[in-house]
């Protein structure tokens, strides 16, 4: 399965459009990390709407989006890890495509269709297009 990790900082409706693409798109049961940049208060409300489909990891202070996704990463529990920003939006079955498609020399990264966004290189671009 697929580590997702999701920094964040004062976008609450975009976490929540995010989270919530993430897990009614996926096809297995991914981990999905929040980290929350020092704006506990402004996205509390989502974090409670998930806590039990989340890991939450929250910073008192903001410390940066490089900070926030490295202890992401860090506390993440599986091996393939994907590193979204929060206002992203994930089509169905977003990971089983990137699994099926997906081989260890790959680097995958967020780029924006439209008002989704979907995390491929080129080659696998083409494959979600058509899904």
Do not use: R
Request: with cysteine; charged share 20%; hydrophobic share 40%.
């Amino acid at each position: 399965m697929i580590s997702v990790i999701i920094p964040t900082y004062k976008e609450p409706e975009y976490l929540d459009l995010c989270i919530e693409s993430i897990l009614s798109g996926q096809k297995y049961k991914n981990e999905i990390v929040v980290v929350v940049d020092g704006t506990k208060d402004i996205n509390q409300s989502v974090l409670d709407k998930y806590k039990n489909k989340i890991t939450s990891i929250i910073f008192e202070e903001n410390y940066g989006q490089t900070k926030a996704t490295n202890f992401g990463v860090y506390s993440s529990t599986n091996k393939d890890i994907l590193i979204v920003n929060d206002d992203n939006v994930f089509p169905k079955d977003w990971d089983s495509i990137l699994l099926e498609n997906y081989n260890s020399m790959m680097l995958l990264l967020p780029i924006k269709l439209n008002l989704m966004t979907v995390c491929l290189n080129n080659s696998l671009n083409m494959i979600l297009e058509s899904h």
